[in-house]
C-alpha cells in the first residue's frame, strides 16, 4: 500500500507564497494535489507524471508550479501570490499510470492532508 505524506501547509497574508511537499513510500505513476472546502467538492489544482507533464487548473496558472524528484519519491507544489480563495486542504495523490488527471476516482492513494490558510 502506498504510504503519502504531505507536509508545508500553513497560514499567509495574501500576496505570500507556501510549498507543499508530499513523500511517497515508493515510486508510483502520475501524481497529483487537490484541494478541498467544507461543503465543496475536492478539485484538482496541479498535476504531473513522471516524464514531467504537468496540467493545472486555471485558477492557479502562472501562480502555481508542481514538480517532483522522481529519486526521492516527493512531489513538490510551490504556491505564489497566494489569495484567499486558494484557502484550502491541500491533498496530495497517485496513481499507478502515467495519465494527467484530475479525476478523484482515478486516484488510488491519497494523504491526509494538509491546510493552507490565506488571509486578505
Known amino acids: 500500500q502506498l504510504q503519502l505524506v504531505e507536509s508545508g501547509g500553513g497560514s499567509v497574508q495574501a500576496g505570500g507564497s507556501l510549498r507543499l511537499s508530499c513523500a511517497a513510500s515508493?515510486?508510483?505513476?502520475?501524481m497529483a494535489w487537490f484541494r478541498q472546502v467544507p461543503g465543496k467538492e475536492r478539485e484538482g489544482v496541479a498535476a504531473?507524471?513522471?516524464?514531467?507533464?504537468?496540467d493545472y487548473a486555471d485558477s492557479v496558472k502562472g501562480r502555481f508550479t508542481v514538480s517532483r524528484d522522481n529519486a526521492k519519491n516527493t512531489l513538490y507544489l510551490e504556491m505564489n501570490n497566494l489569495k484567499p480563495e486558494d484557502t484550502a486542504m491541500y491533498y496530495c495523490?497517485?496513481?499507478?499510470?502515467?495519465?494527467?488527471?484530475?479525476?478523484?476516482?482515478?486516484?488510488?492513494?491519497w494523504g491526509q492532508g494538509t491546510q493552507v490558510t490565506v488571509s486578505s
Open positions: 495523490a497517485a496513481k499507478p499510470d502515467w495519465r494527467i488527471s484530475f479525476i478523484t476516482h482515478d486516484y488510488f492513494y
Open positions: 515508493y515510486g508510483t505513476g502520475c
Open positions: 504531473i507524471n513522471p516524464a514531467e507533464s504537468t
